[in-house]
């Protein structure tokens, strides 16, 4: 009789336990991202598990448009993640979390960009520019909205490859000039000048295939 009555208190305690992780899975998808991440902080995976799904396909693809490999990629992607878990302490404000994240996951896609045996440059700051203040490289009244996404993606595949990482920063991620210098390692001339000859070249490739 005790053995039946302890196996049956067995059950129903698995049964409550179940109930209870899948009740905390629900409710971790209702909140909000400043209470994932403290939950993060103190080292909950299920509320890490979370902050990775909302995110991951995101980060994904911006490492993706840098390194141009999948499964390098997804590799660069999921070392992000564990470094930023790593670092929530080191955020001051949780309502960036997306645009931290998205930093760490551009500087790890440089970095593993700039060892692979094929990237092969003269350093930036090695080369002299001549900047031009007043030539932003492309007609100011031509901009991008008026041509399908995909079109302007697949025609930066064809530009230098330093030319791609400085307008998927500039155009697609949204970094101003002194971001992408800190980012790119570069001069504030260098950028300049580097982004206006991109988008030359890139209105120059958009016209022949429009």
């Not at 899975?25 to 909302?54: D, H």
């Not at 980060?59 to 590799?75: G, Q």
């Amino acid at each position: 009789m005790w053995e039946f009555f302890f196996q049956k208190t067995v059950t129903n305690l698995k049964c409550i336990h179940h109930y209870n992780s899948n009740l905390f899975l629900v409710t971790l998808t209702k909140l909000n991202i400043k209470q994932l991440i403290e939950l993060c902080k103190s080292g909950n995976q299920a509320a890490q598990m979370e902050v990775y799904n909302r995110y991951c396909k995101a980060m994904y693809n911006v490492s993706l448009r840098i390194v141009k490999d999948s499964f390098e990629a997804e590799d660069i992607m999921q070392d992000s993640f564990l470094l930023a878990f790593t670092k929530l302490d080191s955020l001051k404000d949780v309502k960036i979390f997306g645009s931290w994240l998205k930093r760490i996951v551009i500087n790890n896609s440089i970095y593993h960009y700039k060892k692979n045996s094929k990237y092969k440059s003269v350093p930036l700051d090695d080369v002299i520019y001549k900047v031009e203040d007043d030539y932003d490289g492309i007609d100011s009244q031509h901009e991008f909205t008026n041509l399908k996404v995909n079109q302007v993606l697949e025609t930066m595949k064809d530009l230098k490859e330093n030319y791609q990482i400085c307008l998927n920063l500039h155009l697609i991620e949204g970094y101003d000039y002194e971001e992408i210098c800190e980012i790119m390692n570069i001069s504030h001339a260098n950028c300049r000048t580097m982004i206006s000859r991109a988008k030359d070249s890139l209105r120059k490739k958009l016209e022949l295939v429009a």
